[in-house]
């Protein structure tokens, strides 16, 4: 089992930069595929971005290609979400995810970061 924590939220202008963390605890937190979703107000949950276990294979929404990077760093058991050129409608809720086999469903959840982008 993992736990899942996010930090790093906040509030920002439309056109910046933030930057996720997700630290993962337990014994074999490196051994999980992590993901990244939001939720907007609203809106239903949305896959945002994932990394498998080495960190070698990235997967990212069409919404957010381009703009976002996930990556991780296994030695700090951290996952990061980096965020650029942010718009108003990146406004969410992001949650941080983890699964030992899967890209796109997860078991393990975090309690969530806000982000806010005005315009």
């Known amino acids: 089992q993992v736990q899942l924590v996010e930090s790093g939220g906040g509030l920002v202008q439309a056109g910046g930069s933030v930057r996720l963390s997700c630290a993962a605890s337990?014994?074999?937190?490196?051994?999980?595929?992590m993901g990244w979703f939001r939720q907007a107000p609203g809106k239903e949950r949305e896959f945002a971005a994932a990394?498998?276990?080495?960190?070698?294979?990235?997967y990212y929404a069409d919404s957010v290609k381009g703009r976002f990077t996930i990556s991780r760093d296994n030695a700090k058991n951290t996952v990061y979400l980096q965020m650029n050129n942010l718009k108003p409608e990146d406004t969410a809720v992001y949650y941080c995810?983890?699964?030992?086999?899967?890209?796109?469903?997860?078991?393990?959840w975090g309690q969530g970061t806000q982000v806010t982008v005005s315009s």
């Open positions: 337990g014994p074999t937190a490196s051994y999980y595929n």
């Open positions: 995810a983890a699964d030992r086999f899967r890209i796109y469903t997860y078991s393990y």
């Open positions: 990394i498998g276990t080495a960190g070698s294979n990235t």
